[in-house]
């Protein structure tokens, strides 16, 4: 149904029409987006290029081998057609975050095209970044096989390389970039693509490419991503930004948030849920026979859904049945840390490999809640082999993590910590795996400590998961605003044997460390043993007293 007082595109509510009548099955971000555009269609500051959006449209499928979908021309009917009447973008920022194979870099390609040879503003440069080469070139090379297709025509209006395609005209072109370029000054593009950002840690890139937007007029910036591994990172701070856009509690923002993804992970099971995730599937035969034979696989095997529910789904590792927790119960944890100088207390320690993580912590007990206080030390040499999936030097600025800058993780620097605790807290006991004990135990003796063993392995961790599984559903688990212990958490998921048992894995064996965590279920085997903490109020105080008799 069209509402006659919102001002009228034929690809805006010919999107929300199909959306109406159930043609198109969306998840509720996207019901929401609909109300966010309609709501702009009723201002009186707001007007329609008609003429820029149908340009858009034909020249795309007049020369790209592909029909746009419904979807795709809504997003361009909102990028290139809605302005202030001040001329003004009303939306200048996209975030197409939709499941892997809906088409994004052949779509990005068409808009490519438009920006430099049809938008008609000189000097408009196309940058497309993503963190490899090859991810980078995908848009830019599918590009550039169009005008080769049709290089009669465009050989005049042209000039193609490897790394660059130029208008001659408009005196626009397309590039491509890594994202380890150390500064953008003195580039002038009119639009930056981050393609895949669920790989950016932080936005430090992010504010180096866009730093000379603005040189040229309606600055634009698009993200084009699925969800991925990085939690924390900077597509979980752009997810927060959009929900609170389609919530309505930034009405100045001009951010477009089309979030595709499932509504319940439940939904992986109904076939047709997966339009919510990937708004192409239903024109896509093969994209679709694929993903039934992947959704097979992943009956069979945890890390294959774990993959599945992440890149096709949009529902990341963590929220998938097989993950410690879901993410918002794990954010949940940065919770204020109460003041336990005095309290009793259990260390735990995993130091799986003298070259590597070892993660430490003390575990209080309050209030019906458990507190963790965890740090991490790292070997210099671990960080020098592999890339990890976080911010250390931000963790390290935080005093969540100590680089050990020797040969091996010397057992007298991680005892060296728990002294130093011991002068705040009363340490009752430390737990260590049986792994490593033994390499431990006699230097943490010299210190005054005695180590007992905490046990691993599927008995173990069978009987400790409805503990911890109830500790997060309640939000009774509290890291305090603990970056590595987040992390450490999302890296981890529970594999069931044939029995019903489970172990406590890593996900991802290289790059996601789990030490922290482990460190935790150490220290929480021994949980019995521990008192609560009692809050200093007059009531406890007195009751103290009163059990002293002098």
């Known amino acids: 149904m069209i509402h006659t007082d919102l001002k009228y595109n034929k690809y805006i509510h010919g999107y929300f029409s199909a959306v109406g009548r159930g043609e198109i099955i969306v998840s509720e971000d996207v ?18 290029n008609h003429f820029a959006v149908e340009e858009a449209i034909e020249s795309i499928e007049k020369y790209f081998p592909f029909e746009l979908f419904k ?56 940058d497309i970044v993503a963190t490899s080469e090859r991810q980078a070139k995908t848009s830019f090379n599918d590009l550039k096989d169009v005008l080769e297709d049709y290089w009669g025509i465009f050989r005049k209006h042209f000039r193609k390389t490897m ?47 866009t730093s000379g937007l603005g040189k040229v007029p309606r600055p634009r910036r698009i993200y084009l991503t699925t969800d991925g591994n990085v939690r924390d990172g900077f597509l979980d701070q752009m997810k927060e930004e959009a929900e609170r856009v389609l919530n309505g509690e930034l009405p100045n923002s001009r951010m477009f948030p089309f979030i595709c993804r499932l509504d319940d992970s439940e939904e992986v099971h109904d076939s047709r849920m997966w339009e919510k995730a990937n708004p192409s599937i239903e024109h896509m035969p093969d994209l679709k026979l694929e ?68 993660g430490v912590g003390l575990l209080f007990k309050k209030d019906g809640k458990r507190y963790w206080k965890g740090h991490t030390f790292i070997n210099h040499r671990s960080l020098q082999l592999t890339n990890f999936k976080i911010d250390i030097e931000l963790a390290v600025e935080k005093g969540l993590v100590t680089i050990i800058y020797e040969e091996t993780n010397k057992a007298e620097i991680i005892a060296a910590w728990f002294v130093e605790q011991s002068k705040l807290y009363n340490i009752k006991k430390i737990t260590s795996d049986l792994y490593r004990i033994n390499h431990l135990r006699e230097v943490f003796e010299e210190f005054g400590f005695r180590l007992e063993i905490a046990r691993s392995g599927t008995k173990t961790h069978t009987q400790l998961q409805p503990i911890i599984e109830e500790m997060f559903s309640y939000k009774n688990i509290v890291f305090g605003d603990d970056m590595m212990m987040r992390w450490y958490v999302n890296n981890t998921y529970a594999k069931p044997d044939g029995k019903g048992n489970i172990s406590y894995e890593k996900i991802e064996p290289k790059t996601r460390k789990t030490d922290g965590f482990f460190a935790f ?26 059990s002293y008799s002098f």
């Open 291 to 358: 993903m039934v034979l992947e959704y097979d696989r992943m009956k069979e095997r945890p890390s294959a859904r774990i993959e599945f529910m992440t890149k096709r789904m949009n529902i990341p590792s963590q929220l998938s049945q097989d993950g410690v927790a879901d993410w918002d119960k794990i954010v949940a944890t940065n919770q204020p840390f109460p003041d336990f100088k005095g309290a009793d207390c259990i260390g735990g320690i995993d130091y799986a490999d003298t070259r590597d993580f070892v």
């Open 521 to 546: 279920l150490h220290a929480l085997q021994f949980d019995l043993e521990l008192r609560e903490s009692q809050t200093l109020t007059p009531e406890n105080v007195a009751k103290i007293f009163k």
């Open 31 to 48: 019901y929401k987006l609909i109300e966010l555009v309609k709501s702009k269609l009723n201002q009186d500051d707001i007007t329609i």
């Open 163 to 209: 790394q660059l395609i130029r208008h001659y005209k408009n005196k626009a072109e397309v590039s491509y970039y890594t994202n380890n370029a150390k500064t953008k000054d003195g580039f002038r593009p009119g639009v930056v693509v981050f393609d895949e950002i669920h790989a950016y840690e932080t936005e430090d890139n992010i504010k180096v490419f």
């Open 71 to 126: 979807w795709q021309k809504f997003v361009i009917a909102c990028m290139f057609g809605l302005f202030y009447t001040d001329g003004s973008l009303v939306f200048n920022e996209f975030l197409l975050y939709m499941g892997r194979g809906a088409g994004k870099n052949a779509f990005l390609a068409g808009l490519a095209f438009h920006f430099i040879g049809k938008q008609e503003i000189r000097g408009y440069n196309v």
